[in-house]
């Protein structure tokens, strides 16, 4: 079995959410650094320092739209064996989690606002104690995942079923 990566479309959905978040978050933030800057100082020093604080928040924003997608879909990969799916992610931060099959509560599938026009989705993994998920798929391999996963947690909770009775019986 081998790593899968998730859908290419999801470096166009990143980057443009990224660019949604330049021009509704980023640049109004970077205009009020400039003006609250010019306003701090009469000397002009307020005026730069707010300059330059507009500069790092752009150029942070920038680099978010066009370096990290590729990256990111480098980084971000899903295997879904008999017994467990692993998920692996991260650029600065990577975690690698395990959950075994018998741990799944329930799967489910659902599409975000952004994901929609990309036709991407993302499968939910319910277990006791957290939710996990493989993002930006196919919404078509999505609904095939779920559906497989769905599946197996059925099998395991009739064999664990069977076995509570067998136990039952055997006292």
């Known amino acids: 079995m081998e790593f899968q990566r998730v859908d290419k479309k999801a470096k166009t959905k990143w980057r443009f959410s990224r660019i949604m978040a330049l021009i509704f978050v980023v640049l109004p933030l970077a205009a009020l650094a400039v003006f609250f800057g010019a306003s701090i100082a009469e000397d002009g020093a307020g005026t730069v320092v707010g300059?330059?604080?507009?500069?790092?928040?752009?150029?942070?924003?920038?680099?978010?739209?066009?370096?990290?997608?590729?990256?990111?879909?480098?980084?971000?990969?899903?295997?879904?064996?008999?017994?467990?799916?692993?998920?692996?992610?991260?650029?600065?931060?990577?975690?690698?989690t395990v959950i075994p099959i018998s741990r799944?509560?329930?799967?489910?599938?659902?599409?975000?606002?952004?994901?929609?026009?990309?036709?991407?989705?993302?499968?939910?993994?319910?277990?006791?104690?957290?939710?996990?998920?493989?993002?930006?798929?196919?919404?078509?391999?999505?609904?095939?995942i779920c559906s497989r996963l769905q599946k197996r947690v059925n099998v395991k909770a009739g064999q664990a079923l069977d076995a509570a009775a067998a136990d039952g019986r055997e006292e």
């Open 51 to 96: 300059w330059i604080v507009a500069g790092v928040l752009v150029v942070q924003q920038v680099l978010q739209i066009f370096l990290y997608p590729p990256i990111e879909y480098i980084q971000w990969q899903y295997l879904i064996a008999p017994d467990r799916i692993e998920i692996k992610k991260g650029i600065f931060y990577k975690t690698h």
């Open 104 to 144: 799944i509560q329930h799967v489910a599938v659902t599409q975000g606002v952004l994901q929609r026009p990309f036709r991407l989705s993302t499968v939910q993994i319910h277990t006791a104690g957290d939710v996990m998920e493989i993002q930006e798929l196919n919404t078509a391999v999505a609904e095939e």
